[in-house]
T-cell receptor, first 112, second 114 residues
Framework: GQNIDQPTEMTATEGAIVQINCTYQ??????LFWYQQHAGEAPTFLSY????GLEEKGRFSSFLSRSKGYSYLLLKELQMKDSASYLC?????????????FGGGTRVLVKP | DGGITQSPKYLFRKEGQNVTLSCEQN?????MYWYRQDPGQGLRLIYY???????QKGDIAEGYSVSREKKESFPLTVTSAQKNPTAFYLC?????????????FGSGTRLTVV
């Protein structure tokens, strides 16, 4: 099975940087996703890591260490619109349906 | 434009009734998934289907049923056996060979038991 942990809530100031950690224990690993979700809306794709290292996309970066079962999402130059929940999800093996298993989500509150 | 349509957006159900949530996609995706989300929590997998006429239970399938008679449709029925059905339900789809960009989510159905 899969077990994914991330902090419940984080608060940061506009213009600052916030790092959201995600640790996972899985029976099969085929990539790690980060999604952003505003209340009552569908998740939107932010980033994907399948190999170790850092992936950078504008203000958002994501890091993966498969040996440690660890990832983080880094949000730079925070804006008020970044207030949302951030979901870490691990994709299982193709033989198991490529299912995404989600963590509980981290609610980020950006203050002026 | 291609996408996933979930309907209705809001649904109210009386206790003891079955209700069916619709999920339709015109992306020609092979796999489809149903997730449930409770307030302040992540998504939990209910059922998934990789091909037509085949589906598998996810982590919380009890009290739910699905069908996959057509590639573009994957309806979810919430039965009276589901003891706590009030939640936000999300449908997703993916092509057979999906990289990072493959998963598409619908806009969700919020089900409330009254």
């Amino acid at each position: 099975g899969q077990n994914i942990d991330q902090p419940t809530e984080m608060t940061a100031t506009e213009g600052a940087i916030v790092q959201i950690n995600c640790t996972y224990q899985t029976s099969g690993f085929n990539g790690l996703f980060w999604y952003q979700q505003h209340a009552g809306e569908a998740p939107t794709f932010l980033s994907y890591n399948v190999l170790d290292g850092l992936e950078e996309k504008g203000r958002f970066s994501s890091f993966l260490s498969r040996s440690k079962g660890y990832s983080y999402l880094l949000l730079k130059e925070l804006q008020m619109k970044d207030s949302a929940s951030y979901l870490c999800a691990v994709r299982g093996l193709k033989a198991a349906g490529n299912k995404l298993t989600f963590g509980g989500g981290t609610r980020v509150l950006v203050k002026p | 434009d291609g996408g996933i349509t979930q309907s209705p957006k809001y649904l109210f159900r009386k206790e003891g009734q079955n209700v069916t949530l619709s999920c339709e996609q015109n992306l020609n995706h092979d796999a489809m998934y149903w997730y449930r989300q409770d307030p302040g929590q992540g998504l939990r997998l209910i059922y998934y289907s990789q091909i037509v006429n085949d589906f598998q239970k996810g982590d919380i399938a009890e009290g739910y049923s699905v069908s996959r008679e057509k590639k573009e449709s994957f309806p979810l029925t919430v039965t009276s056996a589901q003891k706590n059905p009030t939640a936000f339900y999300l449908c997703a789809s993916r092509p057979a060979e999906a990289g990072a960009w493959g998963y598409t989510f619908g806009s969700g159905t919020r089900l409330t038991v009254v």
